[in-house]
């Protein structure tokens, strides 16, 4: 079992900035891609950011220019700097990490998630 913790979640005020944490921790061997997922309520989980073992980025359009994805792969960990928050922001955001626990298993691995919420 691999468990992700996340942390950095909070109340801001739009155009304020919030820096998530996720860190991994249990029997890994190597993490390949890692991101962030977030949901707001009745809608469907979107994927936020996304960065690949070799450092490749992707966005969800919404959030390019204002969000920014990183990894310290030392500490199997994963950030989300967020800065220019505007309320539709808000929501719960949940990292996520494809995980290699041996030389032949993988799998995808879930933070309990963090709620941000932006205020106008």
């Known amino acids: 079992q691999v468990q992700l913790v996340e942390s950095g979640g909070g109340l801001v005020q739009a155009g304020g900035s919030l820096r998530l944490s996720c860190v991994a921790s249990?029997?890994?061997?190597?993490?390949?891609?890692m991101g962030w997922y977030r949901q707001a309520p009745g809608k469907q989980r979107e994927l936020v950011a996304a960065i690949t073992s070799s450092g490749r980025t992707n966005y969800a359009d919404s959030v390019k220019g204002r969000f920014t994805i990183s990894r310290d792969n030392a500490k199997n960990a994963e950030y989300l700097q967020m800065s220019s928050l505007k309320p539709e922001d808000t929501a719960v955001y949940y990292c996520?990490?494809?995980?290699?626990?041996?030389?032949?298993?993988?799998?995808?691995?879930w933070g309990q998630g963090t709620q941000v919420t932006v205020s106008s």
């Open positions: 996520y990490a494809d995980v290699r626990t041996g030389v032949s298993r993988r799998n995808d691995y």
């Open positions: 249990g029997s890994i061997f190597s993490i390949n891609a």
